[in-house]
């Protein structure tokens, strides 16, 4: 057998491994999904994903996923204000729309909010991603809800942030793709951390040291659907379906059996987000 027919049998048999994951962080509310989302959900339960929470990055995706997860059993929503492309500070009115949605049962998180220094350089534009991620920090603080954190090249400011103004909030920071040190910081303060595709990716840099070198009790599996799709789908769309093969490889690092490696992961995401 060739090594590639070798690795994609492997992965298949993964995503029969029975054992019961989460998808923590994806977004299925968008176009990608628009043909096949009901065949998609059915995969994913296939291969043992027994929920996933599918995340706002403004008002209309935020409802968008709430409507999701109204009506889909295994769905269950974040709302927030993603800072790509934000424009200004959320105003109240803004803010209390996002703490309306979260009334519904399955809204679960105020997420996606944090910090992108990648896609935006203006120096006025991240004062305003700053001020929308204290607002909504705040916000979690007073509802009582977890947070799901964007950082992108702004790890600084992102921990300066969380430790000022994340007193008493839970959350995770999704998506690392920073050092193991600063990994470390970040769980010191309570914070959970989210591994996603780019771990099974041969130029992983930081992130296998990262997903070896902190404790298991803070680790997250997500996929972050439709993007970051792993090895071997790298370069198709991404699901939720994938999520065992992220964890495979987590444990594969860290020295632990799947099905040990597994039962963590789901006791963390319990433990965080409450399902
Ligand atoms: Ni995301």
Redo the contacts with the bound molecule.
Sequence with gaps: MSESKAVKERALELLRSGLDFVDT?C?IDGEEYEDDRAAMLERARAAGISALIT?GTDLETSRRAASLAAHETMVYAAAGYHPEGIDHVPADDELQAIAALTKEEKVIAIG?IGLDYYWEKDEAVRRIQREAFIRQLRLARELDLPVCI?DREAHGNTFELWKREGKGVRGVL??YSGSVELAREFVKLGCYIGIDGPLTYKNAAKLPEVAAGIDGSRLLLET?SPYLTPVPYRGKRNEPTYVPLIAAKCAEIRGESLEVFAARARANTRELYGI
Excluded: K, L, R
């Design positions: 962080h977004h995340m996606e964007h999704h998506c972050d």
